[in-house]
């Protein structure tokens, strides 16, 4: 598995250095969701610290023992009745969607005195069966919740429809966070990381390419 680790590694690496970016300009994100222990001990006993998670329960349970040697991020969508937990648990929610969970989200903030790390999802393919605000809804989303809720907005985070060039979609990402003053983006799963990389992104999240499928 440590390998895979490096072989991915090098792969964002030569992908930045590509695109005339530093070498380290890219996070990998390890995508733990559903994977068994015996997958993921491998890879962070090899050193990543980095891992997205999708359901919050299941990172409790998994990572509580270990948490404060990672870095934990949330990249499933967060229903409101799991934001008190979610805002205690990830340093960062990268599936803000929606200006209901950003007033809930803000008064976890204000009730715990902790800030976790916030991208809003962008739906930059309009997929019905998606989370993500529309990119034609993004601007005004991100004011609303600077302004009125408060919150800080570190980034965008988006997934591509499956079935298309992700290209275009990384292209838009990058010009929504442009025009808003954002300097992170998290774009770019195990197919298409490398292309994401070569338009901007800031952190990839890899699960099938470092894990293997499940």
Known sequence: MSQALNAIRSRIAAAALAAGRAA???QLVAVSKLQPWEHIAPVFDAGQRVFG???VQEAKERWTPLRDQIELRLIGPLQTN???DAVAFFDVIETLDREKLARVLADEVQAQGRAPRLHVQVNTGQEPQKAGVTP??????IAA????YGLTIEGLMCIPPADEDPAPHFRMLADIAARNGLDKLSMGMSDDFETAVAYGATSVRVGSALFGTR
Request: glycine content about 6%; some cysteine.
């Open 145 to 148: 919740c600077r302004g009125p």
């Open 24 to 26: 380290d300009a890219v």
């Open 82 to 84: 799991k934001a008190r």
């Open 136 to 141: 034609a809804e993004a601007d005004a989303f």
């Open 53 to 55: 998670e999708n359901r």
